[in-house]
């Protein structure tokens, strides 16, 4: 536990009014957006420089005080939420300036804590394009995009944060700087460290700076909602798609008791009979687009579209997707606990794995609604139930059990984009081998030889 | 030293005919493509399956000798050379097979030593691509490519190989299995590992096999030759095509000196008075070709080019991308020793990069012929010297000393695709930092106990 006197050692360093110990403080900051126990830290600290940001992290390391860093606490795996009842929670939220934007060399350099849409909408301004849009980018911060790995709706064409990380500067555990990467395109000086940073949820390093690369924006874009009256039917229309060669920017997937309970809640007209709607924009050149689009109308109905509508106005596009970014909020409404998956396939697999979600669902009789990036095999099974409820929750946790067997038997993997933290690392071994999980607990622990950094998320240490 | 005895079991393992031991072959093996002096390892193995390779690697680690992973040896920083005289080069053109090419999903899965000019044309037999085009890619394996993260010609828009390494199967230094990603877009299960292993130049694992990414082939192309009589307009021009928002797939740069020297040797009728030229090529939709190609011309046109030459059918665009091809090879022929560098700087920086070069050559008294991947800020002054003549030799290495300063000044990098190995290792810590060495080498320490992998490459161990 933290000492008064260390307490003011950091009212010192980073101000008394950045310094969190009371009772509700520490209450706020002992959970995350996952299903899993809280756990009280002992204090919070929140620097605004990035030096001060290494010298408390040397002043935890110092006092072997365990350290969770926090951005917006969005994370749906556990990865932000105390290992321990001494552990201080380290806030980026302080650290949230936007560097630079070179729109010569198509790159931009952020603090961690810069909000991601925040961030894409200066990025915007400049006329230029920051993709990676994950669901909760309207408070999700910079760093905790990178020490996730965060997708989003447009991973199909654009990718990941991981594609835009050109370079990263950090603190390792005992505070020292590490930088790695660069402005340039092209840089293979020393270890691809960057890469080892993403996605390793807070274990690895603590992220001062981030070097981000940025695109020219698409010129025109055109979007489509396809109805069908056969959930299968959807399935291999996305298939369909991608074997066309067409990369839609986004390819999104709600299924009927998405769409019921959405449109229950936001009104925004969806056709609350079909089994299935796909959301499809494509995006590029004028032309381009225009071929794209053909070519998806075909593929739509080759498989049994039953309507394919085009939003009359950028207004009528907006409702629509705004109704599949609710999915998962007006799903975790309708029943007191909401367990969002991300087990994630091969594209040709989603066909497979929509059948075998259906059929766990009725094997274990719990509620699920399903939704998500269908067009990267990225699926959202939320299910539905109430913790408190022993029994039922034991089905829900047999269900997801078989649900991730499904997902490696058809070759994809546990997790798409939502990270492992403490919620999914039973599985991890199961996915790779016993060799991944020795090799990445050496990895850890030559690098956080006191075991202080979120030390019980991924593979523990 | 391997004993006979160590011989008798590795010719048992993997074949007589797959272990070598006379003077001659060993000879073969002590040297790389870089400017370094060989060293003649104790013995070569050549496995042919991946249990071989496994096994192999956990009989040298049992026995404590070093091991040099070696596809097809055309490292330019000494990466392949073996470090000491008890050194096994463990050889990977053995495991040189296409497991799999899919057309639905866009991924292949292959072993290190497929030779990655075949395996793009296997996959351009698919109707899809696969970009990375590093300069040896004609002999370069793939697991060469990923341990150096090769570049080459596409970089500006198409990434280098990191961009399309979905996933890895590596044994590490005791011979353990380990495998991270998927053949899922997004994989966020466990550490990025190979994200890790890209680049890590056979310090941190010997790869057994990877997932690449495929993208569909672009549907049209336009190529372009611009002719300059002053170099700065030349490379203004580069830095203008970028700030306009188009991103050719290929912008590449020769200097007079080049150009004199490739023209001799090849008779491919480039402009010989020009101070310099570059190739350029755009791609995609042929709509966007036709708009990328004019708005790339005005740029050229307002950046004084005196001619621009549009190649009047594919045998003549072959023959201008041919002579860029050759400008390595024919530069090396003109003295004894030729010096290939690859620093490397924001693409705006061009301009000032290539003054500061020719004004650092001119200081030193050396011969530099430029030529290079300018789109992407990666230029290749190709130092043509002669090792034997010290006094020259030095103001060779003076001018690189000074030419590396220069482009870490313009916030650019010692490397971009060539790597670090032996070569530039002594550069390291002034790019990054103190933490920067020592956490990597805290890394590898810990992920190779035994200092066997490639121990002298990078950051030591």
Partial sequence: ???????????????????????????????????????????VLRPTTTEQLGLCVKKLYDNGIPMTVRGAGTNLSGGTIPDHSDTAVVLTTGLNRILEINSNDLYAVVEPGVITADFAAAVAKKNLFYPPDPGSQAVSTIGG?????AGGLRGLKYGVTKDYLMGVEFFDATGETVKTGSRTVKCVTGYNLAGMLIQSEGTLGIISQAILKLVPPPKASKALMAVFDDM?????????????????????????NTIVRVDDFTKAGLPRDAAAILLIEVDGHPAQ???????????LKENKAVAVHVPKDAAEKFKLWEARRMALPVLARCRPTTVLEDATVPRSQIPAMMK???????????????FGHAGDGNLHPTFLCDKRDAEEFKRVEAAIDEMFDTAIKLQGTLSGEHGIGTAKSKWMEKETSRGTILFSQRLRRALDPKGLLNSTKLVGI
């Fill in 1 to 43: 536990m933290a000492s008064q006197a260390l307490i003011k050692d950091f009212e010192d360093l980073i101000g008394k009014e950045n310094v969190f110990t009371s009772d509700a403080d520490l209450q706020s900051y002992s959970f995350d957006s996952a299903v899993l126990e809280p756990v009280i830290p002992a204090l």
């Fill in 356 to 370: 075998a979600v259906n059929e766990i669902a009725a094997k274990y009789k719990v509620e699920v609604g399903t």
């Fill in 232 to 256: 299968q039917n959807a399935a291999e229309a996305v298939a369909g798609i991608i074997a066309a060669h067409v990369l839609p920017c986004t390819l999104e997937f709600l299924d009927n």
């Fill in 289 to 299: 687009v225009a071929d794209d689009a053909e070519a998806v109308e075909r593929v």
């Fill in 145 to 149: 995009n990178i020490a996730e790995n």
